[in-house]
């Protein structure tokens, strides 16, 4: 076999091992906080006035005053014939909080919310142990998100 022939072997060759590897898959650069989510149901936020949040897992505990924001939700506005989509955000009457962790992983983890009313006065303490939840939002080659939510309603405190 000449240098011609060694050389399109060689070039067939490589083709063909290529073919063999999956494409590289691209996961996006979002920066994820670790943390705990606290969602007000739109029946009690009228009734809070302030929360606190102690968040314990694995023989570590983090208390913290929760900054509370509107809380919204996506209205969907269709889709145009060209195949464009849009949606919107519009205020859904909830209170949104977050707590920053250090760490979070799925051991069970005790939430307790306390805080005052809007005339001021004490809100029940309630307490809940959950399990965070870990998932694959972008798929597997992009690595597991573990998220903690609770809701806090006029009935006590529930896994998000």
């Known amino acids: 076999m000449g240098r011609i022939g060694l ?15 999956p494409e590289p898959v691209a996961c996006p ?5 670790t943390g705990v ?6 029946s009690y936020a009228g009734d809070v006035g302030s929360l606190r949040l ?11 005053d929760l900054v509370l924001q509107p809380g919204s939700a996506a209205v969907d506005q269709g889709c145009s014939p ?7 955000s519009s205020p859904d009457g909830t209170l949104q909080g977050f707590m920053e962790l250090s760490a979070l992983s799925e051991a069970p983890l005790d939430a307790t919310v306390s805080g005052t009313s809007i005339s ?19 798929g597997e080659q992009c690595g ?5 939510a609770v809701v806090l309603d006029a009935a006590g405190l529930r896994q998000g």
Do not use: H, M, N, W
Request: charged share 15%.
């Open 7 to 21: 050389a399109l072997a060689l070039a067939c060759t490589a083709g063909l091992l290529s073919g063999c590897y």
């Open 29 to 33: 650069a979002i920066a994820r906080a």
């Open 37 to 42: 989510s606290v969602t007000v149901a739109a």
């Open 54 to 64: 102690k968040a314990c897992q694995d023989g570590s505990c983090t208390e913290k």
């Open 82 to 88: 060209e195949g464009v989509c849009s949606a919107t």
């Open 120 to 138: 001021g006065a004490a809100l029940p303490v309630r307490t809940l142990t959950f399990t965070p939840r870990g998932d694959y939002p972008f």
């Open 144 to 148: 597991r998100v573990i998220s903690a």
